[in-house]
């Protein structure tokens, strides 16, 4: 064949698939725009996750585009995360379960003895450590998409550590972690400045996301963009206007009685105005970006992904008297109060005020965006997740797909313990390596607060789970914490948070609701 006609020809295609392109004739890619939000309970919304559920939201705080973001997509009933934010992560951009990627907690360095230094060694077992980066051979979301055509930005709090340039990202901002998003010197204030106008960097972050959303949109270039706000993250920040309408209301005037304190004699940090204010400004920057899509003329062709990072404890939901927290925990715990997290959807194909009930989870989203750009997600390697993309477009579920097995993994010690969870359908086992003779098992279709322990009602159920988890773990080489030889029963007890871990811990029988509400 002629090399100069082979190049002639090359030339000819590519100058009339940019003809095409111009005239709009050219098949459209959707693009893609991940809203992820740190430390955002399930209940942490105005959004209802459970409708006719009162304490599935919280009815305070003004979010108006996300109630707009759930008129207008699909809202998800059952979505987890990790039990905290870098592991969460990480299972976003790789498709895997913290126990098949080996990075289940941000907090240490690689080295056994950083346990034993951070005063662990007389516990009831030895903590394991964590990766410290994305495995170099997991395929993340940028280099999954590129192929397909995508280029793609990540603004905002990376926390993995490494440089997210190597993982595909034209544009970022480096090896951030919560302190950029840290605007004002913790205890330094009692009262937010009056000249703050970046809270958290909100505004600076969505900004920046912006623009790299008008750019590829006018050059015609599908994109990725992840905006991963530092809000709600604790160190609350919010503009000054915006807690003064929240220190105005009834419920935040009757919780300043309560404590004995007023506006202007309250803490920053206990202040429910300044956490409310921080989800008020969110929800603006949220519109913001919404409002671009909308000028840019590309909201019938681009997904909107709203989700957590992991579960999180709001008590400002306590300001409304006679509701209590739904779920049992907290943050750093595999409860369903650390890893139940608000999740919605919009974009094309997705009806309307839609909710989908089947368990979801982080690690579903790589292989859903692969399939949304127009590539076969099956050909992922090594990946947990599966794609949501059709059940989105109204396709109804697999009994596969609802009795599918989801893992979570915390073999870590912090105010929480070594422990272990699968969610399988409606049931859901939990394993605490320090008592392992307790067994632990929870119908979550009838029990959302984990409160009755069913196991020795249901020990066929309990001892396949248990098998099915640990099996697992094994397949892809989990970490394991182990029984500690050198437990001191007397140290341990005298430790912070050894009360916490008496109440959140296992049980057997039922325990108090009320307990959540301490």
Known sequence: ??????????????????????????????????????????????????????????????????????????????????????????????????????????????????????????????????????????????????????????????????????????????????????????????????????????????????????????????????????????????????????TQHPLVQAYYQKIGKTAETVKRKEDPAIWLGMGDDLDGRIGAVLGRISELGIADNTYVVLVSDNGYRHKELQLTKGLTQPHHAAKWWVWQGGIRVPMIVRGPGIKAGSVFNGNVVNYDFLPTFVDWAGGDPTTLKNIDGISLASYMTGKPPTEAFLQRNLYFHYPHYRSSMPHSAIVSGNHKLLHFYDQPQIPMLFDLSKDMGEVKNIASQHPETHKKLYDEMMGYFKNVGARIPKRNPDFAPKVYQQDKDFELRKIWGAFEGNRLLEEDEK
């Open 1 to 246: 064949m002629n090399p100069a006609r082979t190049i002639a020809q090359a030339s000819l295609s590519l100058l009339f698939a940019f003809l095409l392109a111009g005239t709009g004739l050219a098949a459209e890619k959707p693009n893609i725009v991940l809203l992820f939000i740190d430390d955002w309970a399930w209940n942490g919304t105005p959004v209802p996750m459970n409708d006719g559920m009162e304490n599935s939201r919280m009815p305070v705080v003004q979010m108006p585009n996300v109630e707009r973001l759930a008129r207008e997509g699909m809202k998800f009933t059952n979505a987890y995360a990790s039990p905290q934010c870098s592991p969460s992560r990480v299972c976003v951009q790789t498709g895997q379960s913290s126990p098949r990627n080996g990075f289940t907690v941000f907090m240490n360095d690689g080295r056994q003895e950083y346990f034993d230094e951070k005063g662990y060694p007389d516990f009831p077992v030895i903590p394991c450590i964590s990766d410290m980066t994305i495995d170099k051979d997991a395929v993340t979301i940028p280099e999954a998409l590129k192929p397909l055509g995508y280029v793609s930005a990540h603004i905002g709090k990376w926390h993995m550590r490494g440089d997210p340039g190597d993982e595909g990202y034209v544009l970022h901002d480096g090896d951030t972690s919560n302190t950029p998003g840290n605007t004002l010197p913790a205890g330094a204030n009692q009262r937010l400045p009056d000249d703050l106008t970046d809270p958290k960097l909100m505004f600076s972050v969505t900004e920046k996301a912006l623009g790299f959303m008008t750019e590829q949109a006018n050059a015609g270039q599908p994109f990725y963009v992840q905006i991963s706000h530092y809000a709600m993250h604790e160190g609350r920040e919010c503009l000054p206007e915006t807690r003064e309408k929240y």
